[in-house]
């Protein structure tokens, strides 16, 4: 195939990440340093200057990781367990209980959250309404499926023959869990862990329904574009403050890449 | 009793309703190269399962230097384990691997060090601790494999098929070396393998099994030489199996001639299967031949030719030969009586009563209840009291099978009885099935194809069932001890 074909055929790929990628993040870019005015258009660095050293904005940045952290965590710590008991399970009932995972998922995330504030209102199970224990429910009630699959994908590429072989070696359940299903499940956990921090931090939706009281980064970008667009431009603050999350979002994401390609070249066991 | 190391007493073991290991016993000796050797599902690996401990046998005991281990998880046993795919840890190093046996017994990390480098130096891979296990061949990823099981000093080492994945060339060095090995460190091997060569090649005790049973305990050259059975002289090596009758004590009689051969203690005009290795028939001039026959084939195989010749008896022999004799001509062949190897065929014995007819004429002729047939049998009853427990003699292939159910019920001397096919083996030109009929398995050499669960309805003519006195009774035990 010669190169001129190979661009050829990649056509529909590059025109799909010029206009759904590539466009809107320049675009939110120029709104971000360009105020467009009934008078004409100019360059203003002030939208970002002010998204930066507004206090308030940083403290709703904070809680968001706050939140986002803790919710990841929460989901770890459910869907680890969850995904070695699915990954142990004889294939038919493992199929069984995959499908009851992922049946909420085929509902509207919207719905799922109505259905979920109404059990924790006052006329719910428990009232939590306006708490942030209500938003970490809802995040991890929604986003839990996303960081046991990649879990238990990687548990299921596990050889037996190596748990096995830990055995023969002498390792207990300790060491065979340390010295080999850890290790072997950590690619698993790293995109787990991307596919629910980066939802978690920029949603507004769950925060929005479960406690309206206090700002989280999402929901404060959410406001901007609400009511300060205009006929002329959008918020160009939220466009500021869409741009930070945004290069936030890239950092948080080469941190995780970088502790897998870590742990590649590292390995080995101390015990 | 002291010398033994690991011994397997009345072991059995089945998933779902297929037995794998049928009631084994087996000792290892300290020290000692054995190598359990059969085609794949005969149950070889599974024993080995057994003794590392990840599998648990139905019944039976393991004992490790005579004490019981059943209960003990594999973790805690005193043997490693080489894998047949390496099962090297792919996210640690080369160092790391091996050194995680060490590591778990928390020994000091200078220690630790002196020891990986000495594995590594005795698989001949120095240097290559920071290696990962994906970086290497194959080759080297099994020595590593070897490497990091003996680092941990086992009294006994479990090798399943640890060559299977290698090429021929390299697979011949390894066998060498790993003999080697085995002098060298005095560790005692356990070895599983479906090739015969590589047992023959490497092994002080070899154990030939099949369908969950041992067929034969022996040194290498006892197995090659004196088969027990047609299953071990197949198995071991190419070899001619002809079926023949026993004379007298030195002489049998088989492809239309007698043969003096080395073999005595067998009944008069026994039946018996012969075996011949190819190497071991000289091709001589017609006229000077014992038997004479036609060459069909022959090939070419690097040190000899291999050649097809039928007799006028219509056997096929395979003969091995330096010189070719071109297809089509005749020739004379000679065996010399060592090199004939008889076998005893397994027959079904039963256990039966005598009963007796009213009638004085049917005195001679009355029915043998053979326990625990669904139907009593007549068989030639001369000669035995009535109501006297015999044995009763029955050879594989004196059994009928009946193409179709008889038009009706078999009842007692139609000498029809009927079962269930348990198990179905082809032998290469008939079949050999076992059926449960009432309380007793028949082994039946068929040529019709049976399904296992299938009721089959079997024949047994009255001339061919032999009854014995009970202390007359010789053993006759196809196992061979």
Redesign the interface.
């Known amino acids: 195939m010669t190169k001129v074909t190979k661009i050829l055929k990649n056509i529909p790929l590059y025109v799909w990440i010029l206009v759904f990628t590539i466009i809107p993040l320049l675009m939110i870019l120029v709104y971000a340093v360009f105020e467009f005015t009934p008078g004409g258009v100019h360059f203003t660095l002030e939208p970002l200057k002010n998204a930066v050293t507004n206090k308030q904005y940083w403290g709703a940045m904070l809680r968001s990781f706050n939140l986002a952290v803790i919710s990841t965590l929460v989901c770890l710590v459910l869907g680890y367990p969850l995904a070695y008991f699915l990954s142990q399970l004889p294939e038919k009932k493992r199929n069984f209980v995959t499908l009851l995972m992922l049946l909420p998922m085929w509902m509207n995330f919207l719905i799922r959250t109505y259905a979920l504030m109404s059990l924790i209102d006052e006329e719910g199970i428990v009232n939590l309404k306006g708490t942030d224990a209500a938003v970490v429910i809802g995040m991890v009630y929604n986003f839990l499926p996303f960081l046991v699959l990649p879990i238990y994908t990687s548990m299921m590429k596990i050889d037996r023959n190596l748990i096995e072989a830990a055995q023969d070696l002498g390792g207990n359940t300790f060491h065979v869990f340390k010295g080999v299903i850890l290790p072997l499940t950590l690619p698993g956990i790293i995109s787990g862990i991307t596919m629910v921090f980066i939802p978690c931090l920029t949603t507004f939706v769950i925060p929005n329904l479960l406690n309206s009281k206090t700002w989280t980064i999402g929901r404060l970008i959410e406001y901007k574009f609400m009511s300060e667009t205009s006929a002329y431009s959008v918020s160009s603050e939220g466009a500021a403050l869409s741009f930070i999350l945004m290069i936030a979002v890239f950092i948080c994401m080469s941190i995780f890449n970088k502790l897998d390609k870590d742990d590649e070249s590292a390995g080995g066991l101390a015990l | 009793m002291s010398e033994h190391i690991i011994d397997l007493l009345n072991i059995t073991k089945s998933y779902g309703d297929t037995e794998v290991i049928k009631d084994l016993s087996l000792y290892i000796r300290k020290n000692e190269f054995l190598t359990l050797l059969g085609p794949s599902g005969c149950g070889k690996t599974t024993t080995l399962r057994i003794i590392?401990g990840?599998e648990k046998p139905d019944s039976g005991r393991v004992l490790f230097n005579g004490e019981d281990i059943n209960d003990l998880?594999?973790?805690?046993r005193k043997?490693?384990?080489v894998?047949q795919?390496y099962?090297?840890?792919?996210?640690?190093?080369i160092y790391?691997n091996i050194?995680?046996?060490l590591?778990?017994?928390?020994l000091p990390e200078a220690e630790i060090k002196k020891k990986v480098k000495a594995a590594l130096e005795l698989v001949e891979l120095s240097g290559f601790e920071r290696r990962?296990p994906d970086s290497l061949s194959g080759g080297q990823q099994q020595r590593i494999a070897i490497a990091?099981?003996i680092v941990?000093e086992p009294e006994v080492l479990l090798l399943d098929e640890p060559l299977g994945a290698l090429d021929l060339k390299l697979r011949k060095e390894m066998q060498v070396e790993l003999k080697a090995l085995q002098r060298k460190t005095g560790i005692t091997f356990v070895y599983v393998t479906h090739d015969q060569e590589e047992a023959l090649t490497m092994s002080d005790t070899i154990v030939v099994m099949n369908q969950g049973v041992i067929q034969q305990i022996g040194k290498p050259t006892d197995i090659y030489n004196e088969p027990v059975n047609a299953f071990v002289a197949r198995f071991i090596g190419d070899s001619n199996i002809l079926s023949g009758v026993m004379l007298k004590d030195y002489l049998c009689e088989f492809a239309g001639h007698r043969f003096e051969c080395a073999d005595k203690g067998f009944e008069k005009d026994e039946d018996v299967d012969v075996v011949v290795r190819p190497e071991d028939i000289k091709v001589v001039a017609p006229a000077d031949g014992m038997i004479t026959g036609t060459v069909v084939s022959a090939l070419f195989k690097g040190v000899h030719y291999e050649m097809i010749v039928v007799s006028p008896d219509g056997f096929h022999w395979k003969i091995h030969s330096t010189q070719i004799t071109e297809p089509g001509s005749e020739i004379g062949m000679v065996i010399k009586p060592f090199d004939i190897q008889i076998m005893k065929i397994p027959y079904n014995i039963l256990t039966g009563w005598i009963i007796k007819g009213e009638d004085i004429d049917l005195v001679d002729i009355g029915k043998v209840n053979v326990k625990y047939l669904p139907q009593n049998v007549n068989a030639d009853i001369n000669g035995f009291e009535d109501e006297e427990t015999v044995n009763v003699y029955i050879l594989p292939q004196d059994i009928e099978v009946l193409p179709a159910a008889p038009v009706k019920e078999p009842e007692d001397g139609d000498n029809i009885t009927s079962g269930e096919v348990e198990t179905f083996r082809y032998k290469g030109d008939d079949y050999e099935i076992t059926v449960k009929c009432g309380d007793v398995v028949l082994l039946v050499h068929t040529y019709s194809k049976v399904n296992i669960g299938q009721t089959v309805y079997l024949h047994i003519p009255e001339d061919k069932i032999r009854i014995r006195k009970r202390e007359e009774v010789v053993e006759i035990d196809d196992q061979g001890n």
């Open positions: 590392s990840f998880p594999p973790h805690k043997v490693n384990t894998f795919k099962s090297l840890f792919p996210n640690m190093n790391e050194a995680f046996g590591r778990i017994k928390k990962k990091r099981a941990n």
